[in-house]
């Protein structure tokens, strides 16, 4: 089983719908992220936590919100999704203290119609 | 703002090729950098981190070396193979703590 595992692996969904990705993890690890990818673009941080009670914004928050259940789950919601919302999501781990290297899941793909 | 590039966006090489990949960052004052293949429809493995204070790191066919005075790091495979192809990309973290900032990623391709 993955240490990192991101549901659903793919969805389809509407315009202005609500949609929440989950992430689990197995590796123990305080810190975890949500990143999404765009081609050409390379990865951008959407949202952080370093632990239960700690929620950080990363450079593209906005229209998103995360939700930090226990150390091992971390999900991500767009509240009212739109097209260019469109992307490949990846959920990220690391711990603490650490190397600083960061142990991502398989990606949740995620299309707005 | 730390900004991280790599160059080429894609390259095409026969097998049996020693290759090199190269990223580069604007602000030299970094944690760690970190680099990563992505398989198509995949997530990210992480290959070989380098800290701050280290100039590279081996695993197998792969080296990445690291000079933070010149903002450049560059991943060496040797010998590489059909199933080296993938994307490849670089991240830095800024400092202890922070987010990774990423680049865009190399694109390999290994003819057989």
């Known amino acids: 089983d993955a240490d990192v595992t991101q549901t659903p692996r793919n969805r389809i969904t509407k315009t202005g719908k609500r949609i929440m990705l989950e992430c689990s993890q197995t590796?123990?690890?305080?810190?975890m992220y949500w990143y999404r990818q765009d081609p050409g673009l390379g990865l951008r941080l959407i949202y952080y936590?370093?632990?239960?009670?700690?929620?950080n914004k990363g450079e593209i928050s906005d229209g998103y919100s995360v939700s930090r259940q226990a150390q091992a789950k971390f999900s991500l919601s767009l509240e009212s999704a739109i097209p260019n919302q469109t992307a490949l999501y990846f959920c990220?781990?690391?711990?603490?203290?650490?190397?600083?290297?960061?142990?991502f899941g398989e990606g949740s793909r995620l299309t707005v119609l | 703002k730390q900004e991280v590039t790599q160059i080429p966006a894609a390259l095409s090489v026969p097998e049996g090729e020693n290759l090199v990949l190269n990223c580069s960052f604007t602000?030299?004052?970094?944690?760690?950098l970190q680099w990563f293949r992505q398989d198509p429809g995949k997530g990210l493995t992480s290959l070989l981190l380098?800290?701050?204070?280290?100039r590279e790191q081996t695993s197998g066919r792969l080296n990445a070396s690291l000079d933070k005075s010149s903002g450049r790091s560059t991943l060496y495979i040797a010998a590489s193979q059909p199933g080296d192809s993938a994307t490849y990309l670089c991240?830095?973290?800024?400092?202890?703590?922070?987010?990774?900032?990423f680049g865009a990623g190399t694109i390999l391709r290994v003819k057989s």
């Open positions: 991240a830095v973290r800024p400092g202890y703590g922070n987010k990774l900032v």
């Open positions: 602000d030299s004052a970094i944690y760690n």
């Open positions: 380098i800290q701050s204070s280290q």
């Open positions: 990220a781990t690391s711990g603490y203290p650490s190397t600083g290297e960061l142990f």
């Open positions: 936590s370093f632990d239960v009670k700690d929620i």
């Open positions: 590796k123990g690890h305080d810190r």
